[in-house]
């Protein structure tokens, strides 16, 4: 199991050729309490970069995006009727989808989390 | 994702943000600080808006609104009717007939018909006293210093401004001064609370009962803190407060009203009463004929509730149609978001007075996605006044 971050706040759980992929704890924290989340429907694939999910905060909408080239293989569905999960637990029952990916080297050049750490001091 | 940057711009901007009385006391109690009509105001505190909104409603929240203007203005000839028909020559209130110790909700008009800003006035016996919005303040007070001159001295406060709201206001404000149980809302008075005397109204924006406490800056935080010690008052930020009277479905002036909405189409022709729409006080206010002709015709476009049928929340700016797709734009969202008491998407915006019935079903476009919204009825959530 490889634990990886991005800068755009997410983390990536890779387990083979699948990712767990939610928001980090700093990105729930500074979102605030999260009132609605919408997430890809299974079998999307997705580039690098594209929007795949979107989170809502009581002021503000924020895209999410995908970290890596992939194919969605399971959304956590917990989270859509529950958003308060994710501000609750980020990085383990709040995670929003797995994706299988098209590369199972992509990630490997993703943040660890000492680096992720240091990028939000 | 992106992460919204307001908390940096505290740091960047170029004008350094003021502060209120209580800002020391909003970083002790560790709150998330924006900027805020060129203010550091509290967004919210640890608890989070969803907590201090709940908590507002079930017990008391207290909000620092100390942003706000508090503008005095003092009849030069001693009289209050002089006063009452130098203001009445910029706002379409009744200010004649408004007694000593009430307080009424108005707003100053442009000579187009649009509003200027919104705002409460207290006949505070020998003198008015204005509450208005952060963001107009200096211009407010330059209209009212040009239109009142002759006789009034226009003088802004520089006090502090506590709103405490929610069913336990009461309870919690009479344990520090026990005469504010025998107000009624819209009431105004002077109590002494912790040695300090004060003016208390009995108002506020979030449809709850409560105080809004003007009182001198260097007693704020005591003050504040001597009501946060009771169990049942929790400090709440500015989210809150927004979430707060959406719900209640009261207009924030820059989002629901402004330069180019006339009160009618506002929905504020409750605001406008007889004595300034017949009879010898007629009008006089600026804008006058545009605005009273339309209350008289009825107004194009209404200001409406609007409860979207998804989860999806629908927020400011958001188009609406009368369609599921294609069509263009009848109207827009001004205010949108979650109603955490209502626990469901809630907004409100302007459509043509023919889409405005309650039940009406209408479409906005989210992430460019047709999503239904119902014409629903203000408020979301029911007033708590204290009326007698």
């Known amino acids: 199991m490889l634990l990886r971050f991005t800068e755009d706040h997410e983390w990536l759980k890779i387990d083979g050729e699948v990712a767990t992929v939610g928001i980090t704890a700093y990105a729930a924290e500074q979102l605030g309490d999260l009132v609605f989340v919408q997430l890809p429907e299974i079998g999307t694939t997705l580039d690098k970069g594209q929007e795949v999910a979107v989170v809502e905060s009581v002021k503000a909408a924020s895209d999410v995006y995908a970290p890596v080239a992939g194919e969605v293989v399971a959304i956590n569905e917990e989270i859509v009727n529950d958003p308060s999960i994710v501000n609750a637990n980020p990085e383990s029952s709040g995670w929003f989808y797995k994706l299988k990916l098209a590369d199972v080297k992509s990630a490997e050049g993703l943040m660890d989390e000492a680096a992720y750490k240091e990028l939000i001091g | 994702m992106s992460i919204d940057a ?50 507002t409603r079930a017990a008391a929240g207290l909000f620092d609104v100390s942003h706000m203007g508090q503008i005095i203005l003092r009849p030069k000839s001693g009289g209050m009717a002089d006063a009452a028909r130098a203001i009445e020559r910029l706002v379409p209130a009744d200010i004649l007939g408004l007694a000593p110790g009430r307080q009424r909700y108005t707003f100053l008009t442009n000579d187009s018909g649009g509003i200027l800003d919104d705002l409460m006035v207290s006949n505070r016996s020998d003198h008015y006293l204005l509450v208005v919005n952060a963001a107009c303040k200096a211009q407010d007070l330059a209209l009212l210093q040009d239109g009142l001159e002759r006789d009034c001295n226009v003088e802004q406060l520089d006090r502090a401004l506590i709103a405490l709201q929610g069913p336990k206001a009461e309870s919690a404000l009479a344990r520090l001064s026990p005469d504010c149980a025998g107000m009624q809302f819209m009431d105004v008075r002077e109590l002494t609370i912790l040695g300090t005397e004060c003016v208390v109204a009995r108002s506020g924006y979030t449809g709850e009962d409560g105080f809004e406490i003007s009182l001198p800056a260097d007693v704020a935080r005591e003050i504040a803190e001597g009501l946060l010690e009771n169990p049942d008052v929790a400090p709440a930020g500015l989210a809150a407060r927004d979430t707060l ?89 001004t205010s949108g ?22 039940g009406t079903v209408l479409f906005a476009e989210v992430r460019g996605r047709r999503l239904p919204v119902a014409v629903a009825t203000f408020p979301f959530v029911e007033h708590q006044y204290k009326r007698a």
Request: aromatic share 6%; hydrophobic share 40%.
């Open chain 2, 6 to 55: 307001k908390t940096s711009d505290a740091k960047t901007s170029a004008t350094p943000l003021q502060r209120t009385p209580l800002h020391a006391l909003h970083l002790a109690l560790d709150a998330r600080m924006a900027p805020f009509a060129g203010y550091d105001m509290p967004l919210n505190y640890p608890t989070g808006v969803l907590k201090e909104h709940r908590h």
């Open chain 2, 245 to 333: 009277r959406l719900e209640a479905g009261l207009c924030l002036y820059g989002a629901d009203i402004d330069t180019a909405t006339a009160p009618a189409m506002a929905g504020l022709s409750w605001a406008i009463p007889a004595a300034r729409r017949q009879g010898p006080r007629t009008g006089g206010f600026p804008g006058a004929r545009i605005i009273l002709e339309e209350l008289d015709r009825g107004a194009a476009s209404r200001r409406v509730a609007l409860a979207p049928e998804t989860r999806t929340p629908v927020r400011a700016g958001a188009p609406l149609f009368a369609e599921e797709s294609g069509g263009t734009p009848l109207g827009h969202v």
């Open chain 2, 337 to 358: 978001g979650f109603g955490p008491s209502v626990d469901r998407p809630i907004a409100m915006g302007y459509v043509p007075t023919a889409l405005s019935a309650p």
